[in-house]
C-alpha cells in the first residue's frame, strides 16, 4: 500500500529530468544521471489517525522509528524513475564539507543518512551498487572475482547507509560511494528519504526546491 501511494504520489507531482549539485550548481543535463524524478510536498506531522488513512506517512513513521530521526531533520522525498538503460555514475549523496564549506556554514546540516525504498522488481540489471564495499558472502564462492556489493531491486525493499562519518559528520563515509546501475528491461522506481544532521528548512531553500 505505502509503494502505491507513492508510486501515485511521483505520477501526481510529475517527473522531471534528474539534476545534480556541482559545487554549488544545480545541472539537469549532467551525463552521469540519466533518471527523472519528482520531488514530493513536505510532509507536516499529523495525528495517529492520519498514519492509518495515509501509507506514506506510515512509511515516514517507520524511517522515524528505525533511525530516531524526525522528519524535521528529512528533506523532502524523491520518487525516481530509471527506463531501459538509465543509470547514475557512483556519487555520494553528500556532498564533502571541503566543497560545500559555504552552503554547510549557512546551511548547518548534511545527508547523514539515505533511506531508499525500491518502489518496483526489475528484471534485469539496475542494481544499486556499492564499489567500495566488497561483498564477502560473493567473495567466498568466487574469490578470484572480489564482487562489490550490490542489491538487485525488490519492490518493498528498503536499503539504509550512513553518508558520513559518526565522529565526524561533514566528511563523507568513503564507503557510501554508490550508483544506480543501467537497467536491462523493464522500469525501476525508488524513493530517496535523506535524514539530515539538522533541520532541513535551509537546507531545501539552499537546493533551490522551495517548500
Known amino acids: 500500500e505505502e509503494v502505491e501511494a507513492l508510486l501515485s504520489a511521483g505520477e501526481a507531482v510529475g517527473f522531471k529530468q534528474s ?12 551525463t552521469r544521471r540519466t533518471s ?25 513513521r517507520r524511517v522515524e522509528e528505525i533511525t530516531g530521526i524526525t522528519r524535521e531533520r528529512h528533506e523532502r522525498m524523491q520518487v525516481v524513475r530509471y527506463e531501459a538503460g538509465q543509470f547514475y555514475r557512483p556519487h555520494h549523496d553528500s556532498s564533502p564539507f571541503s ?67 559518526d565522529d565526524d559528520p561533514w566528511t563523507n563515509n568513503a564507503f557510501a560511494e554508490h550508483e544506480a546501475m543501467a537497467v536491462d528491461e523493464g522500469v525501476k522506481y525508488g524513493a530517496n528519504l535523506w535524514l539530515l544532521q539538522y533541520p532541513d528548512a535551509l537546507v531545501i531553500k539552499s537546493w533551490g526546491l522551495g517548500k
Open 19 to 30: 539534476a545534480i549539485r556541482n559545487r554549488g550548481t544545480l545541472a539537469s543535463n549532467d
Open 36 to 60: 527523472t524524478s519528482a520531488f514530493l510536498p513536505e510532509r507536516k506531522p499529523g495525528g495517529r489517525s492520519s498514519a492509518d488513512a495515509d501509507p506514506i506517512e506510515r512509511f515516514v
Open 99 to 165: 566543497i560545500n564549506r559555504s552552503v554547510h556554514n549557512r546551511v548547518g546540516a548534511g545527508r547523514i543518512l539515505t533511506a531508499f525504498l525500491y518502489l518496483s522488481d526489475v528484471a534485469e540489471g539496475g542494481r544499486t551498487r556499492f564499489p567500495k564495499v566488497p561483498d564477502d558472502a560473493a567473495r567466498t564462492k568466487k574469490p578470484a572475482r572480489a564482487p562489490f556489493l550490490s542489491f538487485q531491486p525488490r519492490r518493498g525493499t528498503l536499503l539504509l547507509w550512513p553518508n558520513a562519518l
